[in-house]
Every structure is written in C-alpha cells, then in structure tokens.
C-alpha cells in the first residue's frame, strides 16, 4: 500500500482550558475525498488550522508526503505550507476583497514566482515571462471553474456564490498536491452545491489532486467522499465510508441525543407528574 | 464608452492600455519637458517641490495604500535621506553616489522601523511609527558634529561628476527624470508577484499566509522600499532648499504626508501625484484668495492649518477614495453619458468577512 499523503498522529490542541481537539489521529490516502463531519465547535476547523499552520498542536504530529519525502508538517514555518502542495479555502471566505477575481488567482500563483524583487523592480524579460506564463495558468483554472464571466470584476461586487467558486479557483491555482476545503457548500443554494459536488470529483479524478474537506451538508459529502471521519468534542468518534458514519449509533448520539437525554427535557406529562 | 478587445495576455500586462493612454500620457510628458520655457521660474520652483513630494508620496502610498500599514513618522525617512546626502555631498561625493547611499541607508532604517510592523497593527503601528518619528528628529537635533544641531545644514549644489547643476531648469529636469523612474519602478511592482504579494498583505493576512506569503519579508520590503523613496525624496528637497534643519522633519510633515496621499486617494499610483499638487497648491490658494476675504478672516493665525482641517474631514466623509476616486466618477460619468447612475460606485457593504482569525 502507497505510504498516506497525510498522516496526523495523536493531534491536540489546547486553548486555556479548552482542549479544542483531543488525540486526534487520521490517514489521508493520495487521490481520495477525506471529510471531516460533525456538530458546530467539534474542531474540525482547528484541525485545518493545524494542518495549514496557522496553530501550532499542544502535541502530537502532521507527516506529510512532500516533494522530497516524508516531513514533519508541524515543523514548518506557516508560509512554507503552501509551496509543500497543500492549499487551503476558508470557513467565511478570506479573498483579496479590492482586487479583481485574475488579480486574486495570481497571488495563488504566488509559490510559483521565478523572479526576485530587481527583475520585477525593472520589468525584465524574465519577469514577463513569467507573468505571461502564470497568466496562462489562472485561465486555465478560469475555464475549469467556469469563471470567464467574472474574470474582471473586482471581488468587493461579487455575490457569495461566486466568491466562493474564486476562493477555490486561488486554491486550485497554487497547483496542489492536497486541497484543503473548509465547508466548501456553506451558503450556497442547492444549484450551486450541485456544482460543487461536480468539482470536487473532477479536482480528485481529472486533476488527481488529494481533498480533505470540512462539511455540513450530508448530501454533498456521501456523494463525493470516499471516507469520513466524526468528531465530537474534540474527539474522534467514527471513521469510515460515508454509509458506516452515518449509521454509527455514537454519531447520531452527537447530533440527535439518545432517547433519555430528550426524556429529561419532557415535561408534565402523565407519567412524570406520577413518579413526583 | 471603450471596449478593449483583448487576444492576447500581453495586453493586461503593457502599462499603456490603450490609445488614449499614450496619447493623454505622452502629452503630460511633453508638457512637463517643455515646462521651463512655458512656466515662469516661481512656478517651476513649485513643481519642482510637486515632483519632490510625489516620490515621497509614491512611497508613502506603497506602504499604506498597497500594503496597508499606516506609518505616522514618516517625515523621518526624509530626514535620514536628505542628511546622508547633504552630509555626504558637502565631502564631495558625486549626485547620483549619495542619492544612493541616502536611498540605502533610509531603506536600512526602514527594515529597523518594519521590525514592530510585523508584531503590531492599526493604530498601534501608527504609535510605535509616531515615537520613531520623534526619535530621528531629536537624533537630528543633538548630533551636532555631522547634523550641526538646530541650526541646520547648508549643502552644496548637486555635481553629477564634475558637472554643477546651477540653475533652477537644471535641477527640475533632474527631479523630472527621478520622479519618472521611481513611477515605473512602483508601477512594474504591482504588475509583478512583488507588489501583488503587499496587495494580498493588505487585503487578507491569513490567507496571504497560506498562499505561501512570508509576511515578514514583505512586510519588511514595503517598509524599506518606502523609506528608501522618502530617503530620495529626502535628498532632492535638501538641494531644492539648500539648507536643512531638524524642524523640517518634524511631525507636521509626517502628517503632511499621511494627508497628502489620503487627499489623493489611498491605493492608487495617480492618488499619490494629485495629493502632491494638492498640498503645494493649497497654500498658494489660500494665500491668493486672502486678499478677497474680511480682514478678520484673511488675516486670521492658522488659516492654513484650518482650511487643510476641513478638507481632510470633508475627504473623508464624502470621498473616501480622494481626488483620484472622484476623478474616477467624473470620467465614468463622461463615458457613460447620459447612463451614469448615481449609486454605481457605492460599495456594497460586507457583512461576511470574518474577523476571527485576524
């Protein structure tokens, strides 16, 4: 079996006293949708956080399989993470709001730069063509998503529909080997989760590109996901197809309660006013 | 109303968009080298101290407007480049030699003030910048063996290698060759993965970030490549004077400046060059409308200060985007005509970015 792209080993993170995720360990295999499924405040997010630096684990470790083997994740400075291959969206959308959408899939571009500051101080050829060529890159990411219309406008007049389609047109742009994909359906009506579904599986079938995602909205996850994984807490309470998850009597604990734990909130009904 | 038809990338990457760009630009060229024999020497003077501003400005704009970091001191820049370069020119160095260790040393200085850029933001950078302002300008002051103190400087013409810039048309050209290459440096920036890395900077940290962003060094870049513009601007507005003293440098000018591209409009190169004409012409107005005004008025103390008061807070309660913002409306308008509609640059306001992680 090909060695995980992705491999987190007894994960935590402590916040104060809140221990936002509690040994946390899961395999990424290349070429498969991973999703993260589970109530508001689980610590998914935390663990994208963790994956794309932007916290450091209280302990436990990330091995990633980088352009030059095996790594430690967790030792690399947070800006590294992106030119390693993994790239990331964001929960509430964290684009280049005054900039236009080519503008925004550019910077995506940016771990691809051949040139330093004096051939872009002086415009060189070098630095032309390299502009040139990236310019070729986002277009192709541009006709991928189908954002031709909006290839101009400035992100500030875009509704969230579209801004969410150009924040994973920057991801894809930055030519990764892992997309990181926090709540990739969240706002969108069901049209457009349609299309992101389609997405999804051309980015893992036509592009071979890993997707770890974050989601909600069962639908879209038992349609593109080859495994998943519940949090609870912190904590990790399932793992496997979509289908076992979501038959887990632990994770439909997590989300609808047991029966004794609704039977408490009853009130004044027959029975109970006679056991008082 | 212009369409461009574009079958090739090269066409988003040229500077000059279309026709009308070479030929509005080419006549602005054509009109700021003829300007010594159209001009009269009083008014060359002043847009030999526009172009001055413009480069200090140029910076200035690099570091708030595309990078979005405020600095409060940054006359101080100026300071440190114009008394490399008189100390040094007074030696004998040659022009282009201690403009360049001007702009390095401003630069270096800039790298050291970056430092606290990269921990604090907003208005506490704007402190820690503001108390750096009055460092320099005190270091300015009890220096006396290389600054000689509060009384200032006198510094010498600039010698471009044996060759003396005596007239004042000399000098302008020299201005005018300096403020265009600074132009295009700042320009070629932000069509390249530098300056849309300060842009990113600004608009996004977390995800610049995770684009694979170092956002020291770039924080540190803007910040040098700033200083090293006030440093020239420095330089050039020592010569335009002949004579520097640490009270030039204090934070009025600083405020100057912050006023100035805020005036022309923040985040835009042209912001950078109306926010100069602004803050030279403004004081000529209002010295030339005094005679007009009731005595009480015209003659008042502080008029200056209160007529550039009420057009900062008239800037940016109705146009916060400045003069190249309305700029921007009165061309669409005249493109557009009769269909411009009155709501079109209003921006909608944006409830969803989240201010978690910043």
Known sequence: MNPPLLSAQHLSVRFGGVLAVNDVSFDVQQGEVFTLIGPNGAGKTTVFNLISRIYTPTSGEIDYLGPQGMLK?????????????????????ELFEHASVL????????????????????????????????????????????????????????????????????????????????????????????????????????????????EHDMGLVSKVSDRVLAMNQGEVLAMGSPKEVQNDPRVVEAYLGTVDDVASLRRNTPDTAEAR | MRFIFKTHYAQDIVLAKHGGHWFWYGALMLLLLAAPWLFAEYWLAQMTLVLIYSIAGLGIMLLAGFTGLFSM????????????????????????????????????????????????????????????????EEVLARWESVTGGNAGIHIKKPNLFGWVLESGDQF??????????????????????????????????????????????????????????????????????????????????????????????????????????????????????????????????????????????????????????????????????PFYRKGMFKRQKSFQKSDRLK
């Not at chain 2, 842009?199 to 060094?217: C, F, K, N, P, T």
């Not at chain 2, 513009?229 to 330089?235: D, H």
């Not at chain 2, 400045?322 to 061309?331: A, D, F, I, M, P």
């Open chain 1, 103 to 214: 503008h925004n899939l550019l910077i995506g571009r940016h771990t691809h730069r051949s040139t330093g500051l004096w051939q872009d101080l002086f415009f060189t050829r070098e630095a032309r063509e390299a502009e040139l060529a990236s310019r070729e890159k986002a277009e192709e990411v541009i006709d991928f998503l189908g954002l031709q219309h909006h290839r101009d406008s400035f992100v500030a007049g875009l509704p969230y529909g579209v801004r969410k389609v150009v924040e994973l047109a920057r991801a894809l742009c930055t030519q990764p080997k892992l997309l990181l994909l926090d709540e990739p359906s969240s706002g969108l009506n069901v049209e457009e989760t349609d299309d992101m579904a389609f997405w999804i599986q051309d980015i893992k079938n036509d592009l071979g590109i890993t997707v770890l995602m974050v």
């Open chain 1, 73 to 93: 994740l967790t030792e690399q400075p947070p800006q590294n993470v992106a030119s390693l291959g993994i790239a990331r969206t964001f929960q509430n959308i």
């Open chain 2, 172 to 337: 302008y050209y020299l201005c005018l060759v300096i403020t265009v290459a600074a132009t295009l440096g700042i320009l070629n920036l932000l069509r390249t993965p530098t300056g849309r890395a300060f842009v990113a900077i600004r608009d996004s940290e977390i995800s610049a970030q995770s684009m694979g962003i170092h956002l020291a060094y770039y924080k540190t870049l803007s910040f040098s490549l700033s200083a090293a513009l006030a440093g020239v601007a420095g330089a050039l507005y020592a010569h335009n004077l002949q004579f520097i003293s640490p009270d030039q440098f204090n934070i009025l000018q600083s405020i100057d400046l912050l006023l100035m591209i805020v005036i022309g409009g923040v985040g835009s190169v042209h912001g950078a060059f109306l926010g100069a004409i602004f803050l030279i012409s403004m004081p000529q107005l209002i010295s030339m409308t005094k005679d007009y005004l009731p005595a009480a008025v015209g003659q008042a103390p502080g008029l200056q200060a209160f007529v550039y008061g009420v057009v900062l807070i008239a800037f940016v309660l109705f146009e916060p985007m400045g003069l190249y913002g309305r700029w921007l409306k009165v061309r669409t308008y005249l493109q557009m005509f």
């Open chain 2, 73 to 136: 001191g940054h006359a101080a820049f100026l300071g440190v480049g114009a008394y490399t370069h008189a100390v040094l020119t007074n030696m004998g160095v040659p022009f282009p030699l201690a403009l360049a260790c001007a702009a390095a040393l401003s630069a270096l200085v800039g790298v050291v003030v970056g430092l606290p850029a990269l921990r604090v933001k907003g208005i506490y950078l704007g402190i820690a910048t503001l108390s750096f302002g009055f460092i320099v």
